[in-house]
């Protein structure tokens, strides 16, 4: 069993034009949602193997949040160039890279390919189709692989769709 969270990084500033695209940090309300999202993964008693980031400075931030609200080490974030730039097949490609003792695996990415990409993994007759994952919003999918090299289209199970406003009961 395999389990996936794709994550779209929190809210970003745009306030100085000067920086480029990949320095972006967070807003003052990435900086708010991320710690938030973090502790509702981990109020889920999710446990981690890994937590991989897009090198974007926005993205990173939010990969530190959720490090630390799921008591994952920050300095063992993995950096993937592919999560920056990316197709689906980029990121189908980067994953099954990951060696298989690593059972679950956050990857914190960009729109729009991180909400095509869980579409693409989530199996059909679910009833889920996710228009796009807001900012800071988490897909989370199950798979019954031994391996992450057999990922394959629409072979995964919905689990949730978790983001900032949305409206939950305590878990």
């Known amino acids: 069993m395999k389990s996936l969270y794709l994550v779209r990084h929190a809210k970003s500033s745009w306030a100085d034009p000067s920086l480029a ?90 729109n729009p390919v991180i909400s095509e990409f869980a579409n693409f993994l989530i199996g059909h007759g679910k009833d889920v189709d996710i228009e796009s994952i807001p900012t800071c919003g988490i897909v989370a999918i199950d798979f019954e692989l031994p391996s992450w090299q057999l990922l394959r289209e629409q072979e995964g199970r919905f689990l949730f769709f978790d983001y900032p406003k949305k409206d939950i009961t305590p878990l």
């Open 21 to 110: 695209d990949k320095e972006r940090p967070l807003n003052k309300r990435g900086l708010r949602d991320a710690p938030l999202m973090g502790q509702r993964l981990a109020a889920r008693k999710v446990r981690v193997d890994a937590i991989w980031s897009s090198p974007a400075q926005r993205a990173l931030e939010t990969a530190h949040f959720f490090a630390s609200a799921l008591k994952y080490p920050r300095k063992s974030i993995e950096l993937h160039d592919r999560f920056y730039t990316n197709t689906i097949d980029d990121l189908l490609r980067e994953i099954r890279f990951c060696t298989d003792e690593i059972k679950s695996l956050v990857v914190v990415g960009h």
